[in-house]
């Protein structure tokens, strides 16, 4: 561990890079390459999601999270449009307004104690559908992960979808954790998105190994057919796309994607059974992918915060409940999570 940036669990945003990607990103710095993306680099790269999400599949390289998640919704609305979402949903708490005030789509927020939407939630606006003077519901967000480490199942999500089809709207994945949710579920990410109808999925590379970089990919290419405007209108076009288009081809090779979710998932299991045995801590949710939620007293949070060496050593997440996040990551080792279990029994 660095003695000057010693690795906490406060977000997988706060990890390094993959060595893999370095490594691409160095391999790719060589000569003059067409920039904006039309260039051979890109072009594998497109061919690789394609590989995981389907043949018919576009994708689209972005810089961020915020990023995807905006110009996809973007993409599929008009400005008197809404996207169904959960109140604890990325869109909704940690986006600063940005759907509305840059995509120009209100959100339509569900409870979920799980942090998952339900078919049945679709519902709830249906009765003022035509009506001019509300905003008309047009997409579902689910997050998948969800921000409470839940998991959509296939089957929860297909319902989903069905039901969304149904009333003539569109399906958007939150995807920044997309692929611990597929390593939780031990399946390909077509299984997640394409084969269970989803429309359109902004896919997490940032805190999957990434240096920077995440991506749209429409699952329904006549969705895609203006979206190069969209992007660069709304300040996702990369110039030296090469450097984001060999981050994703190192990912999506040989599955390293799978490989870094699955131990972040792992270790977050490891933290779970440690926790479990601590008199005095509660999991606040069920552990699915690489996040546990953990309920404390007040006083035992600021003395974990003391004990701990990272700068920012975890998030508060609920401060009325006394919950912390605690995010595992592709570089979090066993030493890193029994030294925080540790630390933990001695503050409780």
Not at 172 to 182: E, K, P, Q, S
Not at 211 to 236: M, Y
Not at 288 to 304: H, K, Q, S, W, Y
Request: include cysteine.
């Amino acid at each position: 561990m660095s003695e000057s940036h010693p690795r906490g669990f406060a977000s997988d945003n706060n990890s390094g890079v993959h060595p893999d990607v370095l490594a691409a990103i160095a391999a790719a710095n060589d000569g003059h390459v067409v920039a904006y993306g039309d260039d051979d680099y890109t072009a594998a790269a497109r061919e690789r999601f394609r590989h995981h999400f389907g043949e018919r599949a576009e994708p689209f390289l972005v810089f961020n999270g915020s990023g995807a998640n905006l110009t996809a919704i973007d993409a599929v609305t008009r400005p008197y449009e809404g996207v169904i979402c959960t109140e604890v949903a990325h869109l909704h708490v940690d986006e600063c307004g940005a759907p509305e005030r840059v995509a120009g789509a209100k959100l339509l927020t569900v409870p979920a104690e799980d942090g998952k939407l339900s078919a049945a939630d679709l519902r709830r606006w249906e009765a003022r559908r035509g009506d001019e003077h509300q905003v008309q519901p047009r997409v579902v967000s689910i997050t998948q992960a969800t921000e409470l480490g839940t998991v959509y199942t296939p089957d929860e999500t297909r319902a989903i979808a069905d039901a969304a089809h149904e009333l003539e709207m569109y399906v958007h994945i939150d995807g920044a954790r997309l692929a611990n949710a597929a390593a939780a579920l031990d399946r390909p990410l077509r299984a997640l998105t394409a084969e269970l109808g989803v429309d359109v999925v902004s896919f997490g590379g940032t805190k999957n190994g990434l240096l920077l970089g995440d991506a749209v990919v429409f699952l329904r290419p006549e969705l895609a057919e203006t979206f190069r405007f969209t992007r660069k209108q709304l300040g996702q076009l990369a110039s030296k796309m090469r450097f984001l288009a060999v981050q994703f081809d190192a990912l999506l090779t040989d599955d390293l994607w799978r490989s870094n979710a699955t131990h972040a998932n792992a270790m977050a299991q490891r933290l779970a059974g440690a926790i479990s045995r601590i008199d005095g801590v509660e999991i606040a949710y069920p552990v699915e992918v690489n996040g546990v939620f953990v309920t404390l007293p007040a006083p035992a949070i600021d003395r974990l915060r003391d004990a701990l060496p990272a700068a920012l050593p975890f998030y508060v997440w609920d401060e009325a409940a006394g919950t912390i996040r605690l995010m595992c990551s592709w570089d979090t080792t066993e030493e890193d999570v029994d030294g925080l279990a540790e630390a933990l029994g001695g503050v409780v």
